[in-house]
């Protein structure tokens, strides 16, 4: 059961401040203040026990900056376009996982940087399905499916990823919190077309699906059995969810393989966090032309570990 994001009132905080603070101090001699009365007010209003625990994707453009001027405008306009096209396919062939989900709350809980972005879900599970989405779009792309003429001019792109799961708040219209922080430390880092994971996510994972390798046989009906999924609509488990292709034998489509191996310990400023590297292939049928269909198979990151 998804837990809304804490929004900090900006005109309460200040209220507070007025209330046990005082704004300007022009005094020659000063003494260090009592901050006991005012960090108690702040304290009771911030809470940040009660801050939600969401996930975060990061999405990067590789090399960004080596493009030439012809082509660095065109790359966020790029990015859009996946990014749209990303959230189509999500919506389409994800219908159970994504059924509280539409375009304008995707877009609501995004921060843009221009060659990518951060983007809020509400558990990891939906930070990894539609990372899977934009790897699938930047194939049709790359592939000369999706704006063929664009992919002439701009040339072949590739992304990194980042998963992260801690907690998330608001100030206003903008989201601060550990999550954000520490994605933006872990996309930092890579200097590769990886898909990049800290502790949080893989231990939700663990506790949910026993790992993040079971990916590759979990049904539809087993993922509805997630904690956060309780007050979810049952039968669209029925519906169009082609990433948990149910089958007695090999699975033909949907998430076909997936791979985790733990990196271990990056420092990134005064931090240390856990990482782990995933890789995940999916297969998805995709309709042409002429009426038909044709299976598309792409990979979210890779299994290179070296270089973090």
Known sequence: MAIPIKNLELAQIMKILDTYDIRNVNERVKKAPDKTELQAALTEHIDSVNFSMKSVLGIDIRGYGSFDDFEQPLIP???????????????????????????????????????????????????????????????????????????????EINLRYAITYDRIYKIEDNFYGRSLINNSRIIGKDNLNRCLVDEGSYQWFLLNIDGLE??????????????????????????????????????????????????GM???????????????????????????????????????????
């Open 214 to 263: 079971n990916l590759q046989v979990m049904g539809i009906h087993e993922l509805a059995n997630i904690h956060e999924f309780q007050d979810y609509d049952i039968s669209l488990v029925s519906g169009r969810n082609s990433f948990f292709e149910e089958k007695e034998n090999t699975r033909n489509f949907g998430i076909i393989n997936s791979d985790i191996l733990k990196i």
């Open 266 to 308: 990056i420092q990134s400023k005064n931090t240390l966090l856990n990482v782990y590297n995933l890789h995940i292939q999916v297969s998805l049928l995709r309709d042409d032309d002429e009426g038909g269909s044709a299976a598309i198979t792409v990979s979210l990151g890779n299994l290179n570990t070296t270089g973090i």
């Open 77 to 155: 306009i790029l990015y859009q376009i996946l990014f749209d096209e990303a959230i189509e396919l999500a919506l389409e062939n994800l219908e159970f996982t994504f059924q509280k989900y539409d375009k304008q709350k995707i877009k609501g809980h995004t921060i843009s940087t221009g060659d990518g972005g951060f983007i809020i879900f509400d558990t990891p599970l939906h930070s990894l399905l539609f990372a899977s989405c934009f790897a699938i779009a930047l194939r049709l792309y790359n592939a000369y499916h999706l704006y063929p003429k664009l992919r002439a001019a701009i040339g």
